[in-house]
């Protein structure tokens, strides 16, 4: 399974980005989808999750009321809108699939499929 996230970059604090998940040829509307973030000298952590069917979503403390995930089952692609960034919220995004929904957030060690990653970088 490959997954494919895309739309990080440089934005100014309080500015918006949209990144975007898509997997294709992947039996993606079964799987729960997501993102972790990594920051320099950090470990992974959890950012937002949804269910398969978007009837549930999850997200990290730290990004509610700011970030919004949703997916497109018929794109195969999962986006997180990610708006009023801190500086705090630069680090590498990485998209993530579950086939497993537990109905809490999934710890790293739960992913089945990992992105290859998307930098975010959010100046002061």
């Known amino acids: 399974v490959q997954l494919q996230a895309s739309g990080g970059g440089l934005v100014q604090a309080g500015g918006s980005l949209r990144l975007s998940c898509a997997a294709p040829?992947?039996?993606?509307?079964?799987?729960?989808m997501g993102w972790f973030r990594q920051a320099p000298g950090k470990e992974r952590e959890f950012v937002a999750f949804?269910?398969?069917?978007?009837?549930?979503?999850h997200y990290a403390d730290s990004v509610k009321g700011r970030f919004t995930i949703s997916r497109d089952n018929a794109k195969n692609t999962v986006y997180l809108q990610m708006n009023s960034l801190k500086p705090e919220d630069t680090a590498v995004y990485y998209c993530?699939?579950?086939?497993?929904?537990?109905?809490?957030?999934?710890?790293?060690?739960?992913?089945?499929?990992w992105g290859q990653g998307t930098l975010v970088t959010v100046s002061s």
């Open positions: 993530a699939a579950d086939r497993v929904y537990t109905g809490r957030p999934p710890t790293a060690g739960e992913i089945d499929y």
């Open positions: 040829g992947c039996p993606f509307s079964s799987h729960a």
């Open positions: 949804i269910r398969w069917n978007g009837g549930s979503t």
